[in-house]
């Protein structure tokens, strides 16, 4: 067994001829999760049955443009179709501007913003500055979507195209704090980025991939949010993620972790080979869960400490 610290979670790396004899009960190390990666087919059963939730290491959220706007927006319950509408109407005041192109001063100045919204978060990592050259010289192509306040940039995104699984992926995004409670600028920001990638003649849109454990560098929140805008969680290695793969984890605590919190892991009693993910939602109060829903999730299973 090995302890890892993953951004503030402390996390216990066990091989498969660990397992049975359950070495994080006997340590006196602080641990948060323990995990398996990449857990064989022969150690499943044994691992679900320790209470390990099998699961993608990684999620991607996804969507079908559909043929237009309207469609899409047909396909969305009423209250999280308002939502998008008024966002929209509220952004409408500002400058909408879509860089095919994105130039280095519009892509410095939202990387300044995205710093700073990540600053506030309690994990946040500024994972976008590390792509500051790739978004400006490729090798893949990125577009940007941005808004501006007068001369102030407000919020934006910066959006790779995957031509070979015909769909955008919307990398990075920030908004500053005013028009994120007031209009919820990201909602027009990802539909303008949509309308673009049909304009493009592509097919699917993704809000990017996720670690698969929200309340720590993800709250779930982000969660709802997605869902309400007409996306999925499927594992990122079944929409072009090479590196994607599936581990196990038993959280034990929530020392390092929001509550609630929420794993989607492949329900024990469905063959290896469906993909359809189950909600374990962490939490110390079960009652909130009752709550918690998402059409595409194979049922809610409220999840209390292991310890």
């Not at 443009?65 to 005041?93: K, Q, S, T």
């Not at 050259?133 to 893949?140: D, I, K, N, T, Y």
């Not at 995104?157 to 919820?184: G, K, N, Q």
Request: charge should be negative; proline fraction near 6%.
């Amino acid at each position: 067994m090995k302890l890892i610290d993953e951004h503030g979670l402390s996390v216990a790396l066990i091989d498969p001829d660990e397992l049975d004899a359950r070495p994080w009960t006997s340590s006196d190390r602080h641990i948060d999760v323990v995990r398996m990666l990449r857990p064989p087919a022969d150690r499943i059963d044994a691992l679900q049955a320790a209470g390990f939730v099998v699961k993608p290491e990684m999620l991607t959220w996804l969507a079908e443009l559909g043929p237009d706007e309207d469609h899409f927006l047909a396909r969305l319950e009423a209250n999280p179709r308002r939502d998008i509408l008024r966002a929209r109407r509220r952004a409408a005041v500002l400058r909408e501007e879509v860089q095919d192109q994105v130039d280095a001063d519009t892509l410095d100045r939202f990387l300044a913003l995205y710093e700073q919204r990540v600053s506030q978060m309690q994990f946040g990592v500024p994972y976008a500055k590390r792509h500051r050259e790739a978004v400006l010289h490729g090798p893949q192509k990125y577009f940007g979507v941005f808004a501006f306040e007068g001369e102030e940039l407000v919020g934006g995104c910066l959006v790779a195209e995957c031509p070979d699984v015909s769909a955008i992926r919307v990398r990075f995004s920030a908004v500053t704090e005013y028009w994120r409670r007031e209009a919820s600028l990201s909602r027009a920001l990802y539909f303008t980025a949509m309308r673009t990638a049909r304009a493009k003649g592509l097919r699917y849109a993704t809000l990017g991939d996720e670690p698969n454990l929200y309340g720590h560098l993800t709250q779930v929140g982000l969660f709802a949010f997605k869902v309400k805008m007409g996306f999925r969680a499927v594992p990122s290695q079944d929409f072009g993620d090479p590196t994607g793969c599936d581990e196990a984890d038993l959280v034990l605590n929530f020392s390092a972790l929001n509550d609630p919190g929420l794993i989607l892991g492949y329900p024990p009693e469905l063959p290896a080979d469906d993909r359809r993910l189950r909600a374990y939602f962490l939490t110390e109060d079960i009652s909130r869960a009752a709550k918690f829903r998402a059409d595409f999730l194979e049922g809610v299973e409220p999840r209390t400490p292991s310890r």
